[in-house]
């Protein structure tokens, strides 16, 4: 419900803080007191045009908060989630115009479009008047309204979920019928973009590990060619060419020389020098082998890292044909198969889908069929549920009929096969038509009241805004007036602005419009009145100018039935 309204520098306010509780307030006051000027800037608040006309004079903006409590559970939350705002147990709308006419919305202080908050406040406020209805007079609401005043909700739940059902079997008998249709077109590609895959057969992983494969070959290679190299440094191929080992035997040989019948060995001069050869052969012998051995262990053969570069050079240039990476080949295989599957076995699998489609079409038909009956049923019995509440609201010419029609199928939706709309016929003998087109002001406001007693239990929003719905009638019918009005307020908060004693008598809550003067300026200002002051009120409403005896007594007459 609506908890507070902030008010500042629109038309004659200045600055106006109300808060609103539950149940019905109503609104009084003096012809150009200023209660247009209240409605104007909640509707401001709620998304109406902007009109630089309504910033204050002297004002540089104008600028109007209405502040919300709406119930657990309320539509509004899933709206501000699915557009990405925070939510909180309070909702606040704000609108700031500025005296060149632009304006600004806020919803929990978050900047938001101006029809963002239009929808979200037609989800908090209805506003019935004279001059403008939000709500009942918008015919989207009317299936919603009467599903909710007399349909089962799980007759709606199986229409919507045999749409959604049927929708899907579209949806996969059409995707069915396009893939063969781009298969038939690419076929030739197709085969032999799959021969050439499936030829291929590529792997998981298999470029990181034909990767280390051919680093870890091409360090072998490396290791072999050293080893053949040291190899040959040791015994050379050219036989011209002295080994290491001939040149240390050809020097110990030379060394032999020095050695003479008259020196025994032990006292040859070159005897270490010919021990450091002897060791320095051996040693070159062992190196050799252990050169030979390493080189017999080594696994390097240049044909294994030819084929493991050929196949991974191979994987990367068809990878690059078809714009995929090479982890992604085995995944391209088999949806380049599928596709070609489709084609070779499409036409099966479309004829099932079609049958699908007739099978769920039928499931919607009925479940909208068996919707429709209870619609028709509903709105048999809202009919004479507003036919009752006509006569005194001085509507006893008036007919309401609510028409539940069929739909073409290209309008059909997962709310059913039918179309509702409320119509009216306030003459005798005039056609039935819709609400706003055939009533007056006075008479939709009626209506509508009429129409809120029965129907306020299934409507989500949680106040109503009635602005003079008693205008043009006194006596008993403001009184049936006031009487009904305080009835919607048993399920919802109402806020009335009525020139009405009847209708005044009836509120919770009882706000005194006024003008002012001071210091050469008219201003408007809104009391909210005690009981004292609350049965003046009545009074002048029932006199006028001049408030009599009788006039109280008459206005304790009145807040006496009220109670």
Not at 184 to 190: G, K, Y
Not at 270 to 297: G, N, Q, Y
Not at 322 to 348: F, I, M, N, Q, Y
Not at 500 to 510: C, E, F, L, T
Request: proline share 4%.
């Amino acid at each position: 419900m609506l908890t507070a309204l902030s008010i500042r520098d629109v038309v004659l306010i200045e600055r106006l803080d109300l808060a609103f509780g539950a149940g019905l307030t109503v609104l009084t006051g003096e012809t150009g007191a200023g209660k247009s000027i209240l409605l104007d800037s909640l509707g401001l608040a709620l998304g109406a045009r902007a009109d630089a006309g309504l910033v204050r004079a002297g004002a540089e903006q104008a600028s109007v908060t209405a502040s919300f409590a709406p119930p657990a559970g309320h539509p509004l939350t899933g709206l501000l989630v699915e557009q990405g705002l925070e939510t909180e147990e309070d909702v606040v709308l704000r609108r700031v115009l500025g005296k060149d006419g632009r304006s600004r919305a806020f919803i929990n202080d978050q900047p938001v479009g101006v029809a963002l908050l239009r929808r979200a406040a037609g989800l908090l406020v209805e506003v019935q008047g004279q001059h403008e209805q939000i709500g009942l007079a918008d015919p989207a609401s009317h299936a919603g309204l009467l599903d909710a005043f007399g349909v089962a909700r799980p007759l709606r739940d199986a229409t919507a979920a045999a749409w959604r059902t049927w929708r899907e079997a579209i949806a996969a008998l059409e995707a069915a019928k396009a893939a063969i249709a781009e298969a038939e077109r690419d076929e030739a590609w197709l085969r032999h973009a799959v021969d050439e895959l499936a030829a291929l057969a590529p792997q998981e992983d298999e470029e990181d590990r034909l990767a280390r494969e051919r680093q870890r070959l091409q360090q072998g290679e490396r290791r072999a060619e050293a080893i053949a190299a040291a190899l040959a440094e040791l015994a050379p191929h050219d036989r011209r060419t002295p080994t290491p080992a001939a040149a240390l035997r050809a020097a110990g040989r030379a060394l032999q020389r020095m050695v003479t019948p008259a020196q025994p060995d032990a006292a040859n001069p070159a005897e270490p020098a010919l021990a450091a050869l002897e060791r320095a052969e051996e040693a070159l012998a062992e190196a050799e082998t252990c050169l030979t051995r390493l080189a017999s262990e080594a696994d390097a053969d240049p044909r294994l890292l030819e084929q493991a570069e050929e196949r991974l050079f191979t994987l990367r240039a068809v990878a690059r044909k078809h714009a995929v990476a090479v982890a992604e080949l085995p995944a391209l295989l088999d949806t380049l198969s599928g596709r070609l599957a489709a084609l070779e076995t499409g036409a099966a699998r479309v004829v099932a889908l079609e049958q699908a489609v007739h099978e769920t079409r039928e499931t919607y038909v009925q479940a909208a069929a068996a919707l429709g009956a209870a619609r028709r049923t509903a709105a048999a019995r809202l009919d004479r549920a507003v036919s009752k509440e006509l006569p005194p609201l001085r509507l006893d010419k008036a007919r309401f009929h609510a028409e539940v029609a069929e739909l073409t199928e290209a309008d059909w939706g997962p709310s059913g096969s039918d179309s509702v709309r409320f119509l009216i016929a306030t003459n005798p003998g005039q056609d039935l038509g819709p609400l706003g087109r055939i009533a007056s002001g006075g008479e939709l406001s009626r209506l509508m009241l009429a129409l809120k007693v029965v129907l306020s239990s299934g409507s989500p929003v949680p106040t109503l805004v009635f602005d003079e719905v008693d205008a043009d009638v006194g006596g008993a019918t403001a009184a049936a007036v006031g009487d009904r009005l305080a009835r919607v307020a048993e399920r919802v908060q109402v806020l009335v602005v009525t020139h009405s004693p009847q209708v005044a008598a009836r509120g919770g809550a009882h706000l005194r419009v006024a003008k002012q003067a001071s210091r050469g300026r008219t201003s408007t200002r809104v009391d909210q009145l005690d009981v004292k002051a609350r049965r003046e009120e009545i009074a002048r409403m029932l006199a006028g100018e001049t408030v009599t005896d009788a006039a109280r007594a008459a206005a304790d007459d009145l807040l006496g039935a009220a109670v």
